[in-house]
């Protein structure tokens, strides 16, 4: 007999219902990054079986594609507490608290051996296309609660899951360039004259840059990261950046007063390069319309008024940030703020407009569960278009998450953040911030010949931010 709707009959439905028992499954965690390892951690201190699965050919795949980059953060905030006791009970040697890690060096002294700890519950290579519930899409509701989710693979293998714990990440997802959130006019037809943000400018890249005429997009620290490795290039390689405000007060950031003095020397080095002229800034500039012409790109910006301003450049680099794609949670039941994407309850507290990433207050499973029970988005995901997010956040997310699932609610709901106080994801609070301690107008040659670069928040799932 068939209940109608859908052509199930009763007799599958209670074959769904009483087939794998959800309580006795492993969580299914997605990505290997740090916060997805931080869960993992949790997971397995607290004797919860897990599975972690990841897309890329190694833990911490995203860091790796900018592993020449260092995080402005030292090791003392990159580093999970679960994580730190299971590799110190292993016999790990923690890093210099002090020093500030790059990409490849954050996989290799921690990522690498805290994957390596957890053996075949780390699966590389294993990229989810969709997560639901055996038996049920999003509609259905009898019963829901009860079955598993269902996790499917590329490959077509399909997981049975306890609860999901989705650590995946925006670096596959970056921003378009077009300002108004939509593809520029022909930004598609110019891919391979475009590059995403971070590239190696410094190593591996170099020829794709020196010498050129180079226009980076973007107000973020990786754009800022980027200008200053190109700064580091011969005097012929010509640089513009090109960013819709009307000044670089957000990228600049607190300078000296910064609570982070490897990011402050960060922006006090990108005002130095633009004031002596060596990289132009043009501000005010919407991105319109992309146009190829040979091996050149002619990129024009228009205003909200008409106005347009056109540069022509060999290379454009794209640093214009990241945002979360739900389409794998498609057929489950989530509660998505309108404006940022992330979950309505946690939207307020990372709203951009209003928080620096020091002033994000502390937060666990209250403000990340959805309606569906048993799925959290977490890490830099769990913020959609915020770039608010810490690493350090995340790791307070994951604890809180693993505490409730663990049936450990008084833990769940304890949750603390100690973070310094940064002052420069928000343009409104960094001019605030330059009012009242002023600008550092001078910068050490010794800083100017020897570059550091360094990633923040919108470098997507690692790092100081990720």
């Not at 002229?277 to 909200?304: A, K, N, S, Y």
């Amino acid at each position: 007999m068939s209940d109608g709707c859908c052509g199930t009959t009763a007799l599958e439905l209670e074959q769904m219902v009483n087939g794998p028992d959800a309580g006795t499954l492993p969580i299914v965690v997605i990505g290997a990054g740090p916060v997805g390892l931080a869960a993992a951690a949790h997971l397995a201190e607290r004797g919860i079986d897990f599975l972690v699965l990841e897309a890329g050919e190694q833990a911490g795949a995203s860091v790796a594609r900018w592993g020449h980059v260092r995080v402005f953060s030292p090791w003392k905030y990159d580093i999970d507490a679960a994580a730190r006791r299971l590799l110190e009970a292993a016999g790990w040697n923690a890093p210099d608290p002090e020093w500030l890690p790059t990409g490849a060096e954050l996989i290799d002294g921690y990522l690498a051996p805290l994957a390596d700890l957890f053996g075949e519950r780390v699966r590389l290579r294993a990229k989810v296309t969709a997560i639901s519930r055996l038996g049920h899409d999003r509609v259905r509701t009898s019963g829901r609660e009860d079955v598993p989710f269902l996790v499917r693979l590329a490959g077509g293998e399909e997981l049975h899951a306890r609860a999901v714990i989705d650590a995946s990440g925006t670096y596959e997802t970056p921003n378009v360039l077009g300002a108004s959130g939509l593809p520029a006019h022909g930004e598609a037809d110019a891919g391979d004259l475009v590059d995403h943000a971070l590239p190696d400018v410094l190593g591996t890249d170099r020829e794709r840059y020196e010498g050129r005429h180079v226009l980076v997009i973007g107000a973020g620290h990786s754009a800022a990261t980027t200008l200053l490795a190109l700064a580091g290039l011969s005097d012929d390689t010509r640089i513009i950046w090109a960013i819709r405000a009307g000044g670089a007060a957000r990228a600049y950031g607190g300078g000296e007063a910064d609570a982070l003095p490897a990011r402050g020397a960060l922006g006090t080095r990108l005002r130095a390069h633009v004031e002596s002229g060596r990289i132009h800034l043009l501000t005010g500039f919407f991105t319109h319309t992309i146009r190829r012409e040979g091996e050149q790109v002619t990129v024009i910006g228009r205003d909200p008024s008409g106005a347009e301003q056109v540069i022509v450049a060999d290379r454009v680099i794209a640093a214009t940030g990241y945002r979360p794609d739900h389409s794998i949670a498609g057929e489950l039941r989530l509660d998505l703020d309108p404006i940022l994407g992330s979950t309505r309850a946690l939207a307020p507290l990372i709203d951009p407009n209003a928080h620096s990433c020091g002033t994000v207050p502390a937060h666990g499973v209250d403000e990340l569960s959805h309606p569906e029970p048993g799925y959290y988005a977490v890490g830099v995901k769990s913020y959609g278009r915020a770039p608010t997010f810490l690493m350090a956040t995340g790791y307070e997310q994951v604890r809180s998450v693993v505490a409730a699932l663990a049936g450990d609610w008084e833990a769940a709901r304890q949750v603390r953040l100690d973070l310094p106080e940064t002052g420069v994801c928000s343009s409104s609070l960094v001019q605030a911030q330059e009012q009242r301690v002023g600008l550092a107008t001078g910068i050490s040659g010794g800083l100017l010949a020897a570059p550091l670069p360094l990633v923040t928040a919108d470098a997507g799932e690692g790092g100081c931010c990720g």
